[in-house]
């Protein structure tokens, strides 16, 4: 259970690796292109991979923990766009902070989360079992409640649940522009012989 040879260059963070002409990915040709959400899961999968090989020493995939995960994660705060302002700073719990500040740039938890989301999926897609997931360790979903609840208190954001888009009984229809499951029936077809 060893990760493959990458053919492409990962795109790790930090921009070392180039993107190669063969294109290929060494599998079979496929005339469909993947998702948005695959082509994100494989870019994460193969900077994961690229991060074990780099990692002092060399790890495998069965080597790798929730503890290793958790070096990645941290590792990954590097490169985050998200100000987390320190406990000691005047903005410390305002949203829209009014002057910039020293406070470090971090990776937003909602990014760490969908990380971990498509690693977790992407590690039993690549021959892991779920009961040996290091994605889903206990460790690893403690940190991202732990990051959730700092960014929240640092940034003044509450991360509540999101819920689905449903319109109240007898609210509005103008407050949704898509389609929802919850719309009134449409009105009966017109009589037979009527002319539209």
Known sequence: MDLPPNPESPTAPGGSGGAG?????????QSTTPSRYEAQKRRDWNTFGQY???????LSLAQCSGAHV?????????????KVHT???AFFGHPNPPAP???????AWGSLDALVGRLRAAFEEHGGRPESNPFAARAVR????????HQARARGVSYEKKKRKKPA??????TSGSGSSHQPPPPPPPAAGAVC
Do not use: I, W
């Open 169 to 174: 009984p007898g609210g509005d229809a103008s």
């Open 87 to 89: 406990e000691s700073c």
């Open 70 to 82: 958790l070096e990645f994660l941290r590792y990954l705060d590097q490169f985050g766009k998200t």
């Open 101 to 107: 500040c020293p406070c470090p740039l971090r990776q």
């Open 52 to 58: 074990l090989r780099n990692h002092r020493p060399p």
């Open 21 to 29: 002409g063969s294109g290929g990915g060494g599998g079979t040709p």
């Open 142 to 149: 403690l940190f991202l409640r732990e990051v959730r609840e």
